[in-house]
């Protein structure tokens, strides 16, 4: 059974980092894009990056570029969100996903999705 899931969320003040990891298990992620989203109480998910599967092409959402970076190791069949540079408004449920196919930053392309991690940014 394919399965993702989310570790790395924490309290942090803002301006502080964190590493986001998502571990597969049950299929070869190496063979599928991956994507990072987030949820807020009362809004939207939305898309914050996605990587390829051999790491060519990446994808980021305005407001994080220059804060986050998503990278792959697929010896360990793990993708990393490292966020830097965090504020308040980033505060938010982070889910990883994945698909066999090209990066998009659109939920609905994804089949398989984590359970997600939190993150808080607050002071």
């Known amino acids: 059974q394919p399965q993702l899931v989310e570790s790395g969320g924490d309290l942090v003040q803002p301006g502080g980092s964190l590493r986001l990891s998502c571990a597969a298990s049950?299929?070869?992620?190496?063979?599928?894009?991956v994507a990072w989203f987030r949820q807020a109480p009362g809004k939207e998910r939305e898309g914050i990056s996605c990587i390829d599967s051999r790491s060519v092409s990446t994808y980021y959402r305005e407001s994080v570029k220059g804060r986050f970076a998503i990278s792959r190791d697929n010896a360990k069949n793990t993708v990393y969100l490292q966020m830097s540079s965090l504020k308040p408004e980033d505060t938010a449920n982070y889910y990883c996903a994945a698909r066999p196919l090209a990066i998009t930053p659109t939920s609905r392309e994804y089949p398989y999705w984590g359970q997600g991690t939190q993150v808080t940014v607050s002071s």
């Open positions: 049950g299929f070869a992620l190496d063979t599928h894009a």
